[in-house]
């Protein structure tokens, strides 16, 4: 099984909301990942996570909030947004092996929209 | 020069022919290589990982890499109107790092 499942499917928030994403998977992986992509790009890093500890951030802004509460759970917390951070969110994961690239493993992704 | 070059189409060809998917890069550290497939609004899938040179094979699917000519293809034989999608190319050289190709989209026509 290489299943990695995201909550919700959509969201749709103001300027002034804090919401979450929420990335879950039971396949044993310790690398798990924040990515977002815009139409017709490919997906940017935002965070990685390696045995629980944030040990990738790419310059995100603040109001994205990265949280690991254990191995199979990774959330996103989103506070302030612009109509600019509207994008596909997509959580993926890996075995977290060391060394080596790593074959990640994506989710369906979570459809943003801020108004 | 951006490190990963990949022709973003769209490329259209009839069902049943050979589709060949193609990546360039600069640099010569890159170890591992990898094909997703992303359909419309969905996550990318995993297709093809390669490390180093060489070729593999998965079903109608064939990855090959060139690292002489820093050059990684994708074939697809016998294309079927599922598989139209976008195909990335993706590659790393020892860490969680991946540095992708901008995506190339295929419409397989009936």
């Known amino acids: 099984d290489t299943e990695v499942t995201q909550t919700p499917k959509h969201l749709v928030m103001g300027m002034t909301n804090k919401k979450s994403l929420k990335c879950e998977q039971h396949?044993?992986?310790?690398?798990m990942y924040w990515y977002k992509q815009k139409a017709k790009k490919p997906p940017e890093l935002m965070f990685v996570?390696?045995?629980?500890?944030?040990?990738i951030n790419e310059s995100v802004p603040s109001r994205f909030s990265p949280e690991c509460p254990n191995s199979s759970l990774l959330n996103l917390h989103l506070h302030a947004l612009q109509p600019e951070d509207s994008a596909l969110y997509l959580c993926?994961?890996?075995?977290?092996?060391?060394?080596?690239?790593?074959?990640?493993?994506f989710g369906p992704g979570t459809r943003l929209l801020v108004l | 020069q951006k490190e990963v070059e990949q022709d973003p189409g769209p490329l259209s060809v009839p069902e049943g022919a050979i589709v060949s998917l193609n990546c360039t890069y600069s640099?010569?550290?890159?170890?591992?290589f990898m094909w997703y497939r992303q359909y419309s609004r969905k996550g990318p899938e995993l297709l093809m990982y390669?490390?180093s040179s060489g070729n593999k094979e998965d079903g109608r699917f064939t990855a090959q890499v060139d690292k002489s000519s820093k050059y990684i293809s994708l074939f697809i034989r016998d294309s079927q109107p599922s598989d139209s999608a976008t195909y990335l190319c993706?590659?790393?050289?020892?860490?969680?790092?991946?540095?992708w190709g901008a995506g190339t989209k295929l419409i397989i026509k009936p």
């Open positions: 996570y390696s045995y629980e500890k944030l040990s």
């Open positions: 396949m044993g992986h310790r690398a």
């Open positions: 993926a994961s890996s075995q977290g092996a060391q060394g080596g690239a790593e074959t990640q493993y």
């Open positions: 993706a590659m790393a050289y020892s860490n969680y790092q991946l540095i």
């Open positions: 390669t490390y």
């Open positions: 640099n010569s550290a890159f170890q591992y």
